[in-house]
Antibody
Framework: EVQLVESGGGLVQPGGSLRLSCAASGFSFSDHYMDWVRQAPGKGLEWVGRSRNKANSYTTEYAASVKGRFTISRDDSKNSLFLQMNSLKTEDTAVYFC??????????WGQGTMVTVSS | DIQMTQSPSSLSASVGDRVTITCRASQDIRSNLTWFQQKPGKAPKSLIYAASSLQSGVPSKFSGSGSGTDFTLTISSLQPEDFATYYCQQYRSYPLTFGGGTKVEIK
């Protein structure tokens, strides 16, 4: 069974940092692009960024709202995706989902992890 | 950025109804469109990719059509488990962008 499990969310003060993890299982993680998507409370979905696979040199893409503050990385040996979030703002408060990308489209979603940025 | 506009933003329908949701892109995205279903407190579930291809395990009552700028999601016979919010999303170019969602409620 394909599964994505996010962890690492919590309460952090504005200006702080947090690192999210996504543990993947049930598929060949190293072959796939992986993305992060977030959803602020009561709001719609917002794409955060992408990690391409090894064949594409692990290059990344980011939404303008997080570029320069967030960094996506992965460890294929541990089937894990990461989101390092620095200089957090209150508007970064959201549930963060990791997604498995197949044929450039989101195929499988994790259950999400909540990040709250508040003083 | 490509803007994705869904309509309606909400609708009320009865069990057994045929429901159609539309999504319009601000520029040509070819067939690079997906549809998701999301229930309250749950992760989105992918329904359709490449505008009209059904994800594995998704029932055939869901169908998608369109290309270019205009797309539709149709639910052929609404069932109680289909009451949810539906989103479209383009993956033609970065940044990837979502529609604002259509909430399907029980009449």
């Amino acid at each position: 069974e394909v599964q994505l499990v996010e962890s690492g969310g919590g309460l952090v003060q504005p200006g702080g940092s947090l690192r999210l993890s996504c543990a993947a299982s049930g598929f060949s993680f190293s072959d796939h692009y992986m993305d992060w998507v977030r959803q602020a409370p009561g709001k719609g979905l917002e794409w955060v960024g992408r990690s391409r696979n090894k064949a594409n040199s692990y290059t990344t893409e980011y939404a303008a709202s997080v570029k320069g503050r967030f960094t996506i990385s992965r460890d294929d040996s541990k089937n894990s995706l990461f989101l390092q979030m620095n200089s957090l703002k209150t508007e970064d408060t959201a549930v963060y989902f990791c997604t498995k990308v197949t044929a450039y489209a989101f195929e499988i979603w994790g259950q999400g992890t909540m990040v709250t940025v508040s003083s | 950025d490509i803007q994705m506009t869904q309509s309606p933003s909400s609708l009320s329908a009865s069990v057994g109804d045929r429901v159609t949701i539309t999504c319009r892109a601000s520029q040509d995205i070819r067939s690079n469109l997906t549809w998701f279903q999301q229930k309250p407190g749950k992760a989105p579930k992918s329904l359709i990719y490449a505008a009209s291809s059904l994800q594995s395990g998704v029932p055939s009552k869901f169908s998608g059509s369109g290309s270019g700028t205009d797309f539709t999601l149709t639910i052929s016979s609404l069932q109680p488990e289909d009451f949810a919010t539906y989103y479209c999303q383009q993956y033609r170019s970065y940044p990837l962008t979502f529609g604002g969602g259509t909430k399907v409620e029980i009449k």
